[in-house]
């Protein structure tokens, strides 16, 4: 893996190898709280709650006054669905993406490929090109678009980011459904980015994590355990009982976002670089060396052993 060494207590790294340089999140306005929404529904049909406290939700008041045909069950809205998302992706996107380009504290002509992962819009031309434009990316920007990876598709896009740089909902809720409330109950709306580089500028640049080996595996003979069709009233989602749902040592990003899909992977390293922060105040040695790992349908997992230079 080559050498390493140590300067004023911070780890260099390998010339070639991949770091993530910089990271950053964004949310819609509307933040949804479970305990009236959800969890209340729950109770009243003596079901086990969740876990999660708040999430975010593109879905709002106003939405809803616009498009009342939403709130109507087993009414054709895919038009309207995809409308409200591929808007609010864009803004999302954008804005996730300007706060991680100003951590990174270099110009934004300097980047050269963008990984775009999402499981929410369905358009031509993609929402890479959009978010690229929204940035003012050079046009010769190279794109790559991850389509319908679900939570697996945040690591699977830092897997091709690190390849590259080292070698170049809502609906009504029906009691005859209940598979509606996976999505109502679990999946939060939000937006993620992080830049990706190898051989990073000293004087500039600050890597938080060196990204080892990268893999990916899936499970044989158990594709519907997740099971995700487009319908003519939107995205439906089915998990079996015997899919594992282990949040350990991320049980608050759980409690504030819910299920982000491909995004939680950002905000799950963001909370380290926190924690890291919070440890070296208090003169507490963090852990070193980490797997990033998500699972999504296949079932698929991803996964990419790293090093954190922050500890």
Not at 148 to 171: L, M, P, T, W
Not at 203 to 232: C, N, V, W, Y
Request: with cysteine.
């Amino acid at each position: 893996m080559g050498s390493e060494d140590s300067i004023h207590g911070l780890k260099t790294v390998t010339q070639g190898k991949a770091t993530i340089l910089a990271l950053g999140k964004a949310f819609p306005h509307q933040l949804v709280m479970q305990e009236f929404l959800v969890d209340g529904y729950f109770r009243r049909t003596q079901c086990k709650t969740t876990t999660v406290k708040t999430r975010y939700a593109v879905v709002s008041e106003e939405i809803l006054n616009k498009y009342p045909e939403l709130a109507v069950e087993s009414h054709p809205t895919v038009k309207q669905r995809l409308d409200i998302c591929n808007f609010a992706v864009t803004q999302m996107a954008i804005e996730a993406a300007q706060s991680c380009i100003k951590k990174w504290e270099r110009p934004i002509s300097d980047i050269t490929h963008l990984v775009y992962v999402s499981s929410c819009e369905v358009r031509l031309p993609g929402g890479d090109l959009y978010l690229a434009k929204g940035l003012g990316l050079r046009p010769e920007t190279r794109r790559v678009m991850l389509n319908f990876s679900g939570c697996s598709g945040g690591v699977a896009g830092i897997r091709v980011a690190k390849d590259i740089a080292e070698n170049n909902g809502f609906r009504p809720l029906s009691p005859e459904r209940p598979y509606d409330l996976v999505g109502v109950a679990l999946f939060g709306d939000g937006a993620g980015a992080m830049i990706v580089g190898s051989s990073p500028v000293p004087s500039i640049e600050s890597p938080h994590f060196k990204l080892h080996t990268a893999m990916q595996h899936f499970l044989p003979d158990i594709e519907k355990i997740i099971d995700g069709r487009l319908t003519e009233e939107g995205m439906s989602f089915m998990l079996d009982r015997e899919l594992p749902h282990n949040q350990d040592g991320v049980e608050e990003l759980w409690q504030i976002y819910g299920n982000a899909s491909s995004n939680t992977i950002v905000y799950v390293l963001k909370y380290m670089l926190e924690e890291n922060k919070k440890s070296r105040d208090q003169n507490q040695q963090g852990n070193e060396f980490g797997v990033v790992l998500a699972f999504g349908p296949g079932i698929t997992f991803e996964g990419i052993l790293a090093r954190n230079l922050d500890v």
